[in-house]
């Protein structure tokens, strides 16, 4: 809308003017929830390289793919019991 003017815009020119700014400038995330998926991916790397590692060990390479998977598998899902565990807490007390 090129054309839109502020002052002399009715109501449903203004909701169409929004909806085309939230598309060409959608909402950023926060600075936490950036954080906390780059933890996320972190924890995630670390488990695998430690599953990989410790598969390796045990049954070279065919091991060390399915452990690095299972330990990857493993880390998501305490992240996952972990952050509804504290949306569950915070629900409570808000």
Request: contains cysteine; hydrophobic residues 65%.
């Given at each position: 809308m090129p054309t839109f003017n502020a002052q002399t815009a009715t109501i449903a020119d203004s909701r169409q003017y929004v909806d085309c700014v939230s598309l060409v400038y959608p909402h950023q995330?926060?600075?936490?929830t950036v954080f906390l998926e780059k933890a996320l991916i972190v924890c995630l790397l670390v488990g695998a390289a430690i599953g990989a590692v410790r598969g390796y060990q045990e049954d070279g390479a065919v091991?060390?793919?399915?452990y690095a998977l299972m330990f990857a598998g493993i880390v998501f899902s305490?992240?996952?019991?972990?952050?509804?565990?504290?949306?569950?807490?915070?629900?409570?007390f808000t």
């Open positions: 995330a926060s600075g936490e091991g060390s793919a399915m305490l992240a996952l019991a972990l952050s509804l565990l504290v949306v569950c807490i915070w629900y409570l």
